[in-house]
């Protein structure tokens, strides 16, 4: 959100040289303008967040904020990993470890 209200904020260079230029109604309209595509960008970014949390919420009723991170990740596991996953399966597992303690 900051990025987007920075470069509403931020003055066009060519804005300074047309301030004479433009007239003054257009320029209340520019602010105007300002003004209500920030509430639009609040507003959408309100409800992303509520969404969001709506989501997150959910999933933690059924204990499942892994599956959400799962489903929403872009990293998979490294192939390392699963071959190390795969040796321990095969060894036994979980019922192999509590044997040898």
């Known amino acids: 959100m900051e990025p987007v ?15 004479h230029i433009v007239p003054p109604q257009v320029r209340v309209m520019q602010v105007e303008l300002n003004h209500k595509l920030q ?3 609040n507003h959408q970014f309100e409800g992303e967040q509520k ?5 997150k919420k959910f999933l ?8 959400y991170h799962a489903a929403t990740s872009t990293t998979e ?5 699963w071959e190390k996953i795969e040796d321990f399966q095969k ?3 979980h019922g192999n ?3 040898m303690i």
Request: net charge negative.
């Open 77 to 81: 596991i490294p192939q390392n990993l």
């Open 51 to 55: 969404i969001e949390a709506d989501q």
């Open 39 to 41: 509430e639009v960008i």
């Open 97 to 99: 470890v509590q044997g």
């Open 91 to 93: 060894k036994g597992g």
């Open 60 to 67: 933690q009723q059924y204990g499942l904020p892994q599956a």
């Open 5 to 19: 209200l920075e470069s509403l904020q931020n003055k066009v260079p060519i804005e300074e040289k047309l301030r």
